[in-house]
């Protein structure tokens, strides 16, 4: 059973930038992170496919949030910049192996890390 660990949340202000790191223990065809704000449903944030090389991101996220996958594909970093409150969620990483495409909503991951806490003040 593949295991994700999460790391790099914390407290930053409104245009600031914070690096989310997640180590999987093995590999998966499609890594992600996604958000969870409170009373808000889970949302998909960025996603890597190893077999493409491709990423792909929400539209909130565009222009301000890269991810960037290392270590022989097993480490899925989150670098965002330019953060702003709304930002303000815990954040998971999550791991399928699938023969779609990547962008999938969070049901169809089966793997998932315990989440890191982004906080974003204005």
């Known amino acids: 059973q593949v295991q994700l660990v999460e790391s790099g949340g914390g407290s930053v202000q409104a245009g600031g930038s914070l690096r989310l790191s997640c180590a999987s223990s093995?590999?998966?065809?499609?890594m992600a992170w996604f958000r969870q704000a409170p009373g808000k449903e889970r949302e998909g944030v960025a996603y890597?496919?190893?077999?493409?090389?491709?990423?792909d991101y929400a539209d909130s996220v565009k222009g301000r949030f890269t991810v960037s996958r290392y270590n022989g594909v097993n480490t899925l970093d989150l670098q965002m910049n330019g953060l702003k409150a709304e930002d303000t969620a815990m954040y998971y990483c999550?791991?399928?192996?699938?023969?779609?495409?990547?962008?999938?909503?969070?049901?169809?991951?089966?793997?998932w890390g315990q989440g890191t806490q982004v906080t974003v003040s204005s």
């Open positions: 890597s496919d190893i077999r493409t090389g491709n990423t």
């Open positions: 999550a791991g399928v192996n699938t023969n779609r495409g990547c962008k999938l909503p969070w049901q169809a991951y089966n793997v």
């Open positions: 093995g590999r998966s065809y499609c």
